[in-house]
């Protein structure tokens, strides 16, 4: 495939893409900021277009990890996990998460704390429920231990039981435990703690003493 660049022209259907013409002919397309490095005239061999072309796969898959994160944080592990989806080559991965540590657009530690505070704000659960989760996207056990060092278990079940009082309008207490009560239990809470919690927000939300235990 060496040749002479004769030509390097922009793609019409993607403006970030260059079609490169060796010799006349098109041979490949690689990211316009690679593409800026090259001149017409210049002679490439196969090892500098074999080069090229990993610096082009390189561009291409971290290009589609900062999209990845940009919808939300992403754990190490999960983005190892979509290049091998995609069969990236593992120097190119290392290459990229490296680029990325670079920059703390990865960072396991803060992905863990994000994680963790999202899940209080929006969706309360257990921390044994939310150290599974970290787990699960492969996040180092220290990181998980840092994040969840302050984590209060029977103020994430009160909120939860807050969200889930606000969702269903019970009529009499018994109803009202059973529904809550599997609700903060689906969410990995444990039964010593779900039984004052659920008469707390009973009291709270409902204006009736109800009954103290569940």
Not at 76 to 97: A, K, S, T, Y
Not at 121 to 135: G, H, I, V, Y
Not at 167 to 194: D, H, P
Request: glycine share 4%; net charge neutral.
């Amino acid at each position: 495939m060496a040749g002479v660049i004769t030509a390097l022209k922009q793609q019409s259907r993607d403006r970030n893409r260059v079609n490169v013409f060796l010799d006349g002919a098109y041979q490949f397309s690689i990211a316009e900021a690679l593409a800026e490095g090259l001149q017409i005239g210049e002679v490439y061999s196969d090892e500098q277009i074999k080069e090229l072309k990993q610096r082009d796969l390189e561009e291409v898959n971290y290009r589609r990890a900062l999209r990845l994160i940009s919808r939300r944080p992403r754990s190490e592990f999960e983005l190892r996990r979509n290049f091998e989806q995609r069969q990236v080559p593992l120097e190119v991965q290392d290459n990229i998460l490296l680029r990325l540590r670079e920059t703390d657009l990865v960072d396991d530690w803060s992905f863990a704390r994000a994680w963790v505070e999202n899940r209080l704000a929006f969706r309360p659960r257990s921390s044994r429920t939310l150290k599974d989760e970290l787990r699960k996207k492969g996040v180092p056990r220290d990181a998980i231990e840092a994040a969840l060092q302050d984590y209060d278990d029977e103020q994430a079940a009160y909120q939860a039981a807050q969200k889930a009082a606000r969702r269903w309008s019970a009529s009499n207490w018994e109803e009202f435990r059973q529904r809550v009560g599997a609700y903060l239990s689906r969410r990995g809470f444990v039964y010593s703690l779900i039984s004052p919690v659920v008469a707390r927000v009973w009291r709270e939300t409902i204006g009736c003493e109800g009954e103290s235990e569940v």
